[in-house]
């Protein structure tokens, strides 16, 4: 009887060791299918760009509570897709209640907290995100981050501002969640030396000559320009981006055959981004709600190209009719897409090129529209493109949708369509067999 | 394999010829038509705009629930009424390997969950008609229900084989299940250092993934891995009579 046993229990053991082993190697060698619509579990194309870019070791260091798995379960599962990705992050989780010292050294005092660092630089996540992570790995491990002024007092969209339909906080949040350091700058008379990226974001009134003499002046010595201007843009802001050889068309782009449900047709979706700028382009698809097309010039200096281009069912009611109208094109007079609507400009400069972004629409940042489509792709990849020499130009991580309200609406009907179809005539159906066959048996 | 199969039809026969499995079967349904019905309810009330994350996660977290409840009852009959009856000792006596009686018996009870499992989709085919969705994460949390199935049948056979009490057979099942649910269930209560262990042997945690709408290999193999070594001890455990000279 003990020799059958000890050899029961080698095979128990032989078969545990070579089913451990299978899981050991999927472990080392995973592979996941997101079935998700939003592909909730799949990085986005920027953080890996990010990923393979990193030249150092990334630790990511996360705090949870013991008593909210859930939650834990998504932070961990998140952060097992970058060290899946990358094999330089290294990730570590613990209890915050059991490991007050490891917090400490690191100065988290809350639970869910990551604390990503790379050599001598650290970075705090209070939210663990996708964005928020890509975006500290990226101030630790990436590049320097960028000061970046939003020049205010012109009725221009405000980085502090959290009104949904003027305010422009998400696009401030987004940058700096790619090392864009925003501040506001009241006037652009004087622009701060620490600048590395000043950004014009749709000013409804004009700017003095001298706002606009420091502001060519910034860019002529090096500076980084990002300019958001609407239809009927003040005339001193189109005489600025004259200098570096874009004229505004004071035009409004109608794409009324491209257009989104639930839009009214005058937005212009950006079709197309100049490859020979940006290369390996994401599709951004951008929706500019009320955009200007835009033409290049000849400017002493300046280097121009276009930038973007809308698809070629859009077109420019030259007269800007269209809001009062039902928009109809005239031949002869209107203009066919496809339409430039951005343009970048490179400015020799004796201390390194100027760079000068121009697009024809400014609404597109704000808290309202940014996280439609792809309008934070391109608030982004054009920040990239003009701030920073190697630009970085992937498709971000998709905002999510607010709110607790579902976006699915059940009439009372149909809550009693699917009560009774899913819950009571299936069950009730075969509980009323069981109990023929119960009754037949008793009866046999 | 063709005597596995008969194995299966005729312990499917046996099955569905009583009212038990019918009763199961009709109790999955209720309660994961509850469920649904349910959890539809609060997420369109509360539950956000993504549906993957407001909906079909909780909509398969509670159906793991169901199916943690009916499946050992399914599967507590399958060998230790056989044994009790007297009627395992007559099998053995016809040529069938021990291989192919437990692969028949394990095949009849997975083709009676597919079958109500299959049947909880009337629910969402009806939200569907009413509001079209995206399917996908449907796909991997049935495909995560299957799998989890497959699991709890091998770990509810192998109680089966030992026992010919059907309710401590089912007990047993109960035990193992939920001990490998509850045991991470308070983190707090175990070790710093045994949490990571416990996690990665946890079968529930192992079926989060499916919930959330995706499939990972990992899941997938560590679920087959649970079922193939359950089935192994429930091979042993049929051929443990030769010790016995039965």
């Given at each position: 009887?003990?020799?059958?046993?000890?050899?029961?229990?080698?095979?128990?053991?032989?078969?545990?060791?070579?089913?451990?082993?299978?899981?050991?190697?999927?472990?080392?060698?995973?592979?996941?299918?997101?079935?998700?619509?939003?592909?909730?579990?799949?990085?986005?194309?920027?953080?890996?760009?990010?990923?393979?870019?990193?030249?150092?070791?990334?630790?990511?260091?996360?705090?949870?509570?013991?008593?909210?798995?859930?939650?834990?379960?998504?932070?961990?599962?998140?952060?097992?897709?970058?060290?899946?990705?990358?094999?330089?992050?290294?990730?570590?989780?613990?209890?915050?209640?059991?490991?007050?010292?490891?917090?400490?050294?690191?100065g988290v005092s809350a639970y869910n907290t990551a604390?990503?660092?790379?050599?001598?630089?650290?970075?705090?996540?209070?939210?663990?995100?996708?964005?928020?992570?890509?975006?500290?790995?990226?101030?630790?491990?990436?590049?320097?981050?960028?000061?970046?002024?939003?020049?205010?007092?012109?009725?221009?969209?405000?980085?502090?501002?959290?009104?949904?339909?003027?305010?422009?906080?998400?696009?401030?949040?987004?940058?700096?969640?790619?090392?864009?350091?925003?501040?506001?700058?009241?006037?652009?008379?004087?622009?701060?030396?620490?600048?590395?990226?000043?950004?014009?974001?749709?000013?409804?009134?004009?700017?003095?000559?001298?706002?606009?003499?420091?502001?060519?002046?910034?860019?002529?010595?090096?500076?980084?320009?990002?300019?958001?201007?609407?239809?009927?843009?003040?005339?001193?802001?189109?005489?600025?981006?004259?200098?570096?050889?874009?004229?505004?068309?004071?035009?409004?782009?109608?794409?009324?055959?491209?257009?989104?449900?639930?839009?009214?047709?005058?937005?212009?979706?950006?079709?197309?981004?100049?490859?020979?700028?940006?290369?390996?382009?994401?599709?951004?698809?951008?929706?500019?709600?009320?955009?200007?097309?835009?033409?290049?010039?000849?400017?002493?200096?300046?280097?121009?190209?276009?930038?973007?281009?809308?698809?070629?069912?859009?077109?420019?009611?030259?007269?800007?009719?269209?809001?009062?109208?039902?928009?109809?094109?005239?031949?002869?007079?209107?203009?066919?897409?496809?339409?430039?609507?951005?343009?970048?400009?490179?400015?020799?400069?004796?201390?390194?090129?100027?760079?000068?972004?121009?697009?024809?629409?400014?609404?597109?940042?704000?808290?309202?529209?940014?996280?439609?489509?792809?309008?934070?792709?391109?608030?982004?990849?054009?920040?990239?493109?003009?701030?920073?020499?190697?630009?970085?130009?992937?498709?971000?991580?998709?905002?999510?949708?607010?709110?607790?309200?579902?976006?699915?609406?059940?009439?009372?009907?149909?809550?009693?369509?699917?009560?009774?179809?899913?819950?009571?005539?299936?069950?009730?159906?075969?509980?009323?067999?069981?109990?023929?066959?119960?009754?037949?048996?008793?009866?046999? | 394999?063709?005597?596995?199969?008969?194995?299966?039809?005729?312990?499917?026969?046996?099955?569905?010829?009583?009212?038990?499995?019918?009763?199961?079967?009709?109790?999955?349904?209720?309660?994961?038509?509850?469920?649904?019905?349910?959890?539809?309810?609060?997420?369109?009330?509360?539950?956000?705009?993504?549906?993957?994350?407001?909906?079909?996660?909780?909509?398969?977290?509670?159906?793991?629930?169901?199916?943690?409840?009916?499946?050992?009852?399914?599967?507590?009959?399958?060998?230790?009424?056989?044994?009790?009856?007297?009627?395992?000792?007559?099998?053995?006596?016809?040529?069938?390997?021990?291989?192919?009686?437990?692969?028949?018996?394990?095949?009849?009870?997975?083709?009676?969950?597919?079958v109500f499992l299959a049947a909880t989709v009337i629910?969402?085919?009806?939200?569907?008609?009413?509001?079209?969705?995206?399917?996908?994460?449907?796909?991997?949390?049935?495909?995560?229900?299957?799998?989890?199935?497959?699991?709890?049948?091998?770990?509810?056979?192998?109680?089966?084989?030992?026992?010919?009490?059907?309710?401590?057979?089912?007990?047993?099942?109960?035990?193992?299940?939920?001990?490998?649910?509850?045991?991470?269930?308070?983190?707090?209560?175990?070790?710093?250092?045994?949490?990571?262990a416990l996690l990665q042997l946890s079968l529930f945690?192992?079926?989060?993934?499916?919930?959330?709408?995706?499939?990972?290999?990992?899941?997938?193999?560590?679920?087959?891995?649970?079922?193939?070594?359950?089935?192994?001890?429930?091979?042993?455990?049929?051929?443990?009579?030769?010790?016995?000279?039965?």
């Open positions: 009887m003990r020799r059958p046993a000890v050899l029961l229990g080698a095979q128990v053991a032989a078969v545990a060791a070579i089913l451990s082993c299978l899981i050991a190697l999927a472990t080392l060698h995973p592979h996941r299918l997101d079935f998700t619509p939003d592909r909730h579990f799949t990085l986005s194309s920027y953080t890996r760009e990010i990923l393979g870019r990193l030249g150092d070791d990334v630790r990511i260091t996360l705090f949870y509570s013991s008593q909210a798995g859930p939650v834990r379960r998504d932070m961990t599962d998140l952060l097992a897709l970058y060290s899946d990705a990358q094999p330089r992050v290294h990730v570590r989780a613990y209890d915050l209640d059991r490991s007050p010292g490891i917090a400490k050294r690191l604390v990503v660092e790379a050599g001598e630089r650290r970075e705090q996540v209070d939210l663990v995100t996708e964005e928020a992570v890509t975006g500290a790995i990226l101030a630790v491990a990436g590049t320097p981050p960028v000061t970046t002024y939003f020049v205010v007092g012109h009725g221009e969209h405000d980085p502090r501002d959290d009104g949904e339909r003027t305010g422009a906080s998400d696009a401030a949040r987004a940058l700096a969640a790619e090392g864009f350091r925003v501040q506001a700058l009241e006037g652009a008379a004087a622009v701060p030396p620490d600048a590395g990226l000043v950004v014009l974001a749709g000013p409804t009134r004009d700017l003095r000559p001298a706002e606009v003499d420091a502001l060519a002046a910034g860019v002529a010595a090096g500076g980084k320009l990002l300019v958001l201007a609407d239809p009927g843009t003040p005339r001193s802001v189109r005489d600025l981006v004259r200098r570096f050889g874009v004229e505004l068309a004071d035009d409004l782009v109608v794409d009324e055959r491209g257009r989104l449900f639930g839009t009214d047709g005058l937005s212009a979706r950006v079709a197309y981004l100049n490859e020979a700028l940006i290369a390996d382009a994401p599709d951004v698809h951008a929706l500019l709600p009320e955009a200007q097309s835009m033409r290049l010039v000849d400017a002493a200096g300046p280097n121009a190209d276009y930038l973007a281009m809308t698809a070629d069912t859009s077109w420019a009611d030259v007269d800007r009719r269209a809001p009062d109208t039902a928009p109809a094109f005239r031949p002869g007079r209107d203009r066919h897409g496809p339409l430039p609507v951005a343009a970048f400009v490179r400015v020799p400069g004796a201390h390194g090129d100027g760079r000068v972004v121009v697009i024809g629409d400014s609404d597109f940042i704000t808290n309202l529209h940014l996280n439609v489509l792809g309008n934070r792709d391109l608030l982004l990849t054009t920040a990239e493109l003009v701030a920073r020499a190697d630009a970085l130009a992937a498709a971000r991580p998709a905002g999510q949708p607010g709110g607790t309200f579902s976006a699915l609406t059940l009439t009372a009907r149909d809550a009693r369509a699917i009560f009774w179809g899913a819950v009571v005539v299936p069950s009730a159906t075969l509980l009323l067999v069981a109990l023929t066959l119960a009754r037949r048996r008793r009866f046999a | 394999m063709t005597k596995a199969v008969l194995v299966c039809r005729r312990e499917l026969t046996a099955m569905c010829g009583g009212p038990l499995a019918w009763v199961l079967g009709g109790v999955f349904l209720l309660l994961t038509g509850y469920f649904f019905y349910s959890d539809l309810a609060l997420f369109v009330l509360v539950g956000g705009a993504n549906q993957t994350r407001g909906l079909w996660r909780f909509v398969f977290l509670d159906f793991r629930l169901v199916a943690l409840l009916v499946l050992p009852l399914v599967t507590m009959r399958l060998f230790a009424e056989e044994r009790k009856l007297g009627t395992l000792e007559l099998l053995w006596t016809y040529p069938v390997r021990d291989g192919e009686l437990l692969a028949g018996k394990f095949l009849a009870a997975l083709v009676l969950y597919t629910g969402p085919c009806i939200l569907y008609r009413l509001h079209p969705f995206a399917v996908t994460p449907l796909v991997a949390g049935y495909a995560g229900m299957a799998l989890l199935g497959v699991a709890f049948i091998a770990c509810g056979t192998a109680a089966s084989t030992i026992t010919e009490n059907q309710v401590v057979a089912a007990l047993l099942t109960y035990a193992v299940l939920v001990f490998s649910w509850f045991a991470t269930w308070n983190e707090a209560a175990i070790g710093e250092r045994l949490a990571p945690d192992h079926f989060y993934g499916f919930a959330q709408g995706v499939i990972d290999s990992r899941d997938v193999v560590y679920l087959l891995a649970f079922a193939a070594f359950f089935l192994f001890l429930a091979l042993r455990s049929l051929g443990a009579r030769s010790w016995r000279g039965i």
